[in-house]
Nanobody, 114 residues
Framework: QVQLVESGGGLVQPGGSLRLSCAAS????????MGWYRQAPGKQRELVAR???????NYADSVKGRFTVSRDNAKNTVYLQMNSLKDEDTAVYYC????????WGQGTQVTVSS
């Protein structure tokens, strides 16, 4: 059984920063990539950022230059540093891990509001 446990969400003012963490545990044989999706009310879930086992990254255009994804392979943990947050970044953020199958975290709420 594989579990992804997220932490770090919360309420922040526009222009502020948050750091999300996601730790994977359980019977993990291979990790091809880890990353973050988000889903705002009334919208589809969208990719925010991902990082492969080799360290390659890609980002949604809307977060480029503001968000940074990183990972600690030894800890099976992925991070999302979010800076210069905007109202439109408000969403539930989901961690995911691409292994033999895809795994998802339970989601963590990020609210950007003054």
């Amino acid at each position: 059984q594989v579990q992804l446990v997220e932490s770090g969400g919360g309420l922040v003012q526009p222009g502020g920063s948050l750091r999300l963490s996601c730790a994977a545990s359980g019977s993990i044989f291979v990790i091809n990539a880890m990353g973050w999706y988000r889903q705002a009310p009334g919208k589809q879930r969208e990719l925010v950022a991902r990082i492969t086992s080799g360290g390659s990254t890609n980002y949604a255009d809307s977060v480029k230059g503001r968000f940074t994804v990183s990972r600690d392979n030894a800890k099976n943990t992925v991070y999302l540093q979010m800076n210069s947050l905007k109202d439109e970044d408000t969403a539930v953020y989901y961690c995911y891990m691409k292994s033999i199958v895809d795994y998802w975290g339970q989601g963590t709420q990020v609210t950007v509001s003054s």
